[in-house]
C-alpha cells in the first residue's frame, strides 16, 4: 500500500515534545482505568450502587474501550491520526464530565462506557503516533520504554490520586480530574503533532467491526455472568455466541480487501506472543488490583488516601526498575526480560494471597508490591515495542489498536473471571459475625491474587514459546521501519 513520506528525522527536537504528550495521553488513558477504584466504595454508597453496577463502573470502561480500538485503530489510519486524538481527547474530556456529575449508577455506568468510545479514538492514534515518530534504533527503544513505563505505573498512580480526590474532595473528583489535563493535552496536541495517515484505497470494514464488537462484548458479558454459576442458559449462551462471532469475524478478515485487523498483524509468532501476553498483563492490572483496593479499604479499614499511598510501592518499584530494564533490552533482548518478569511478578501475587483478615500490611502486602513492580516493569519496557516492530506504516493504527485491545479485554476478562472466583469462594465461607464477614472477603480476594499469579506464569512460558530469535532480529534498527507520512 503507498504511502507518501517525510523522513522521521526531520521531526528533530520536536518527537521527544511529541513523546512527552502521547506519553500523557496514555497516563490519562491508563490511569483511568483504576482511578475510580479507589473512589467504588463511597460512590457505591452515595448513588446505592448494587455489587454488581460496582463492577460493571470498571468493566464498562475496559469493554467499551477493549472492544472498539480496532475500528479506533483503522479510522486513525485512514481518516489522520492527529484528527482522530483531537477528537478523541475532546469526547473523553466530556465524557468524564458527565461521569462527574453523574447522579445514578445508570448515568455513571454510561459515562465510563462513553468514557472507553473515545479513549478507543485516542489511544491507538497516540501509540501509532509513537510509531511512525521513531520508527526504529535507539530512540524508538528509549521513546517505547518511556511509554511502556508510563502505561504500566498509570494504574498504581491512579490508586494514589484517586484516593488522595476521594479523601480530600469527592470521590467525583476522580473524573473531573481529566478535564484539566485534557485540555492541556488538547492544546500540546494542535502545536505540536503533526498528521499521519496511510495513504491509498482506504476503505472501512463495517461488518468485521460489528462482528469483533459483538463477539468480545459478549464475550465479556458472559464471563460476567458465570459469577452465577458457570452451567447457566445466560452464560453458556453469550459465551458460544462470543466465539461463535469472533470466528465470523476471522473469517471475514481473511476475506476483504482492507480488513479491520489485517491478518498479518496478529499471525507473526513473535509479536502475537506479545499480544497474548498484554492480555494477561492486562488482566493483572485491571482485574486482581482491583481486589487490592477493596482489601486495603474494606477489610484493612484503610482510607481512601491511606489506600491509595499503600499501592505506591509498586509504582516506585516500577519507575526504579524500568531504567534498568531499558538498559539491559539492547544488551540481552526482549526475550529474557519478558520470561524472567511474569515470574517475578508471579512471586508477589502468590506472597499477596497468603493475606489474612487480621493480617499487617508491611508484613502482608507491602513485600508482594514490591516484587510485582519489579516483574512489572520487566515486562513493560518491551512489550509494546516488541507487540509493534516490523509493522508497516500503513497498519500502525490497526496494530497500536490490538496491542490496546489485548490489554483492555484482557482486564475485562480477567476481572470478571476474578470476580466469579472471588463469589465463589467468599459465598462459600460461614458467616456468623463481622470478622467472619471479613474472613470471607479476604479468601475470596486470595483467590483472585493465586489466580492472577498463575496467569503471570503462563505469560511467561508464552514467552518461552513465542519470543523467539535474535535480540536484533526482535527489535528494529534504525530505518528499518523507512520513512512514514507524517503529513
Known sequence: ???????????????????????????????????????????????????????????????????????????????????????????????????????????????????????????????????????????????????????????????????????????????????????VAFVAGVLL????????????????????????????????????????????????????????????????????????????RVRGGAFLIQAITGSVMIGAMLYLTFHLQIVLGFAPLEAGLASLPMTAAIMITAPIATRLLPAIGPRPLLIGGPLIGAAGLLYLSRITADGDYFVQVLPALIVLGIGMAMVFVPLQNLALAGVAPHDAGAASATANAMMQIGGSIGLSVFTTLYAS????????????????FTAGYSIAFASAAIGLVIASIIAIVFIRGKKDELLPPAGAEGAVHLG
Open 193 to 268: 503533532v503533526r498528521e499521519s495517515r496511510a495513504e491509498g484505497d482506504n476503505r472501512y470494514d463495517w461488518w468485521g467491526a460489528i462482528t469483533v464488537i459483538l463477539g468480545l462484548g459478549s464475550l465479556v458479558y458472559g464471563f460476567t455472568l458465570a459469577e452465577g454459576g458457570w452451567g447457566s442458559l445466560d452464560t453458556i449462551a453469550f459465551l458460544a455466541i462470543g466465539v461463535l462471532l469472533l470466528v465470523v469475524f476471522v473469517l471475514i478478515e481473511r476475506r476483504v480487501a482492507q480488513p479491520l485487523l489485517p491478518l498479518r498483524i496478529v499471525v507473526d
Open 425 to 440: 469462594v467468599a459465598g462459600a465461607q460461614v458467616v456468623t459475625d463481622s470478622a467472619s464477614q471479613l474472613a470471607a
Open 1 to 183: 500500500m503507498p504511502t507518501s513520506s517525510v523522513p522521521t528525522t526531520a521531526s528533530g527536537r520536536r518527537r521527544w515534545w511529541v513523546l512527552l504528550v502521547l506519553a500523557a495521553t496514555q497516563l490519562i488513558v491508563v490511569l483511568d482505568g483504576t482511578i475510580v477504584n479507589i473512589a467504588l466504595p463511597a460512590a457505591q454508597t452515595e448513588l446505592g450502587l448494587s455489587d454488581t453496577q460496582r463492577q460493571w463502573v470498571v468493566t464498562a470502561y475496559a469493554l467499551a474501550f477493549g472492544a472498539l480500538l480496532l475500528l479506533g485503530g483503522r479510522i486513525a489510519d485512514y481518516w489522520g491520526r492527529k484528527r482522530t486524538y483531537l477528537v478523541g481527547m475532546v469526547g473523553f474530556g466530556l465524557a468524564s464530565a458527565f461521569g462527574g456529575i453523574a447522579q445514578s449508577g445508570t448515568e455513571l455506568i454510561i459515562a465510563r462506557g462513553l468514557q472507553g468510545v473515545f479513549a478507543a479514538l485516542m489511544a491507538p492514534a497516540a501509540l501509532a503516533l509513537l510509531t511512525v515518530t521513531f520508527p526504529g534504533g535507539r530512540d524508538r527503544n528509549t521513546a517505547f520504554a518511556v511509554f511502556g513505563t508510563v502505561a504500566g505505573a498509570g494504574a498504581a498512580v491512579g490508586l494514589v490520586l484517586g484516593g488522595v480526590l476521594t479523601e480530600f474532595a469527592d470521590w467525583r473528583w476522580c473524573l473531573l480530574v481529566n478535564v484539566p489535563f485534557v485540555i
